[in-house]
């Protein structure tokens, strides 16, 4: 009787992007309310699930390395079960089910809703493979907010429409599909309540929001109503699109207090010739002027964005101008990718291969040229005073871990400071030190 009352035990490990971990919190909320016990790690549980990426190959060796290293617990004894979620069995549905018997049960990015009857049916030793409609609307659903304390991404939409040419995600998650404006406050609010200081708004592309319901740009009339909510102080942007981000925006940015001065633009390249081939929007010089219009409007703009080096068509004398762009303009974040030619992109079928090597080797003078220019923002930061959001009370007897404006988890440092702050309080912080890439404060009175 006592065995046939427990609960069966569920740990969902989630890789990936953001807006992956907001589908592993809603999975992870409607496995609870079905009755599941939730445990952080898969040895000893009933199931695994894994979330996965499948976006550029370095993502997809991580989740097969990942489903390996599950499989061979279950082969151990330390697991019953494997569940395959997300973005990888989305792509590869086919050549999973050949080579990965030890899987019993794929979800695609179309049933991350249904994940409940798919960790039944694999527990019930069914095998079963379940793929909605990757068009369909985003589920609506509660989450187990898993980043926090004090923080949380916000995921306005679900899709891209916009068809870069080294890139597969709308095939994988389908076209743009906007929320609801009502259903995001509606979270946000939710959130707010639960503790949450800190929105991170995240989507393919946020800039586009609101186009594909309501037959235009929607996210200033959104950001004007998430400022309203009592509890948020900060709001981040993350994602915008070079090409759509208008006056609109850029006003409501410099003028409203809870719009973190942090504005997260994907540009990909600068050089017009390399943007043509990428299928971007926009010339190089647009981007040039929309980069020195937001600094003249927004003083002190912390401006983050994403480079792809070695696609095809990158010589060296668009890799210098590049170069030449970034010491120019001191970009103080950004995130450097090699290209990756994915099967079933267009970039993958071009001329003028630019050779791995060659990619990875000009990855690494960007990110070394990036390097300089980080660690003399942060030297400029010594002796100021932010707002800092706690994260993490570190080593006992240890400093504080936080965030100010100025960086956005997992992909930007962190504020270490002394004194008392517990995870999800804003404090005041003076920077005292900038060494090796971190900071370092001590906690100011407000």
């Known amino acids: 009787m006592h065995n046939r009352l427990r609960q069966p035990t569920v740990c969902l490990i989630s890789l990936g992007c953001a807006k992956n971990l907001v589908n592993s919190e809603q999975m992870l909320y409607l496995l609870k309310e079905a009755g599941f016990a939730l445990q952080s790690e898969p040895e000893g549980a009933d199931a695994a699930v894994l979330n996965t990426c499948g976006f550029i190959e370095s993502a997809k060796s991580e989740a097969i390395g990942e489903i390996l290293r599950l499989a061979r617990l279950k082969e151990a004894g330390l697991l019953k079960k494997l569940v395959v979620c997300g973005c990888l069995p989305q792509r590869y549905q086919r050549e999973i089910l050949a080579e990965l018997p030890e899987i019993d049960a794929l979800v695609g990015v179309g049933s991350f809703g249904e994940i409940v009857s798919a960790v039944r049916a694999a527990l019930g030793g069914q095998h079963p ?28 939409a679900e899709g891209c429409d916009n068809r870069c040419a080294y890139c597969v995600i709308p095939d994988i998650r389908g076209k743009y599909r906007s929320r609801p404006m009502e259903k995001i406050i509606a979270e946000a609010e939710d959130l707010c309540a639960r503790g949450v200081r800190e929105l991170i ?50 006003d409501l940015v410099a003028a409203e207090p809870k719009i973190l001065k942090y504005l997260d633009i994907p540009i990909q390249h600068i050089d017009s010739s390399i943007l043509r081939r990428m299928n971007r929007r926009g010339s190089g010089d647009e981007i040039r002027a929309l980069f020195k219009k937001l600094r003249e409007r927004i003083p002190g703009l912390v401006l983050r964005t994403s480079l792809i080096t070695g696609l095809p068509g990158e010589g060296e004398a668009e890799f210098d101008a590049l170069c030449a762009f970034l010491r120019l303009n001191k970009l103080e974040r950004a995130g450097v990718f090699a290209y990756s030619p994915e099967e079933g992109s267009p970039a993958a ?15 690494e003078l960007v990110m070394a040229l990036q390097a300089e220019i980080m660690d003399a923002f942060d030297r400029s930061r010594v002796g100021e005073t932010y707002d800092v959001l706690c994260v993490g009370a570190g080593a006992p007897g240890g400093p504080r871990v936080g965030r100010s404006f100025a960086e956005s988890p997992d992909v930007d440092g962190v504020i270490l400071f002394s004194g008392e702050a517990s995870p999800g309080e804003l404090v005041r912080v003076r920077i005292t030190e900038a060494a090796d890439g971190e900071l370092y404060g001590e906690r100011v009175e407000n």
């Open 129 to 156: 493979a379940l793929f909605g409609d990757k068009h369909a609307p985003d589920p609506e659903s509660g989450r187990l907010v898993s980043t926090g304390p004090g923080w949380a991404y916000l995921k306005i």
């Open 201 to 250: 708004i995240v989507a393919q592309d946020t800039t586009r929001y609101g186009l594909d319901l309501y037959g235009a740009r929607k996210l200033v009339p959104l950001l004007r109503e998430l400022a309203k909510i009592d509890g948020a102080a900060w709001i981040r942007l993350h994602y915008l699109y070079p090409d759509e981000l208008d006056d609109a925006l850029i």
């Open 349 to 363: 079928e071009m001329p003028d291969r630019c050779d791995g090597e060659t990619a990875q080797k000009r990855q």
